[in-house]
């Protein structure tokens, strides 16, 4: 029982049981194929309607969005210090580019198992720009 005056407590984030396996395909597609798999379903007038979709579509495209950013700045990072030094430096900026995919997949797995959960910094940001609707 909540108080009054105190704000009720968050639903858990997690598996939805309305979530259909079509709607688990599409929001781990738009963590893969960001720019493609969000496009479908932000295009699509029936995959739209579907909360669990639209959610994860406009979140993979908030982060390829991020991961467009940052592959900029690890370019210019790279530049900078693969002129400095050769060697291991050579080795860190060729890596440094990759590092963003490993959250993608995760993130597109959790997807697939028909999750409902927030990018750190990067949800709440999309949230309270409007861009965003919890779920």
């Known amino acids: 029982m909540v108080e009054h005056g105190t ?12 979530v259909t396996p079509n709607d ?9 194929l960001p720019f493609i798999g969000s496009a479908i ?3 699509s007038e029936s995959n739209k309607a579907r909360p ?4 994860h579509a406009v979140q993979g495209l908030g ?3 991020a991961y467009v ?7 210019i990072v790279g530049a900078v210090l693969g002129g400095l030094s050769g060697g291991l430096l ?14 993608m997949v995760y993130y597109a797995y959790q997807a697939y198992q ?11 940001f999309m949230v309270q720009q409007g861009w965003l609707q919890r779920i």
Do not use: H, N, R
Not at 69 to 75: D, L
Not at 114 to 124: A, C, N, S
């Open 90 to 103: 050579c080795c860190v900026t060729t890596v440094l580019p990759l590092l963003p995919l490993a959250p």
């Open 24 to 32: 688990k395909t599409m929001g781990a597609l738009s963590y893969i």
């Open 52 to 55: 669990f979709q639209k959610f």
């Open 69 to 75: 950013i940052y592959q900029i700045v690890a370019a």
């Open 63 to 65: 982060l390829a969005v």
């Open 41 to 43: 379903v932000l295009l």
């Open 114 to 124: 028909g999750q409902v959960f927030d990018i750190p910094f990067l949800t709440d």
């Open 7 to 18: 704000p009720e407590p968050m639903a858990p984030m997690g598996a939805d049981p309305d």
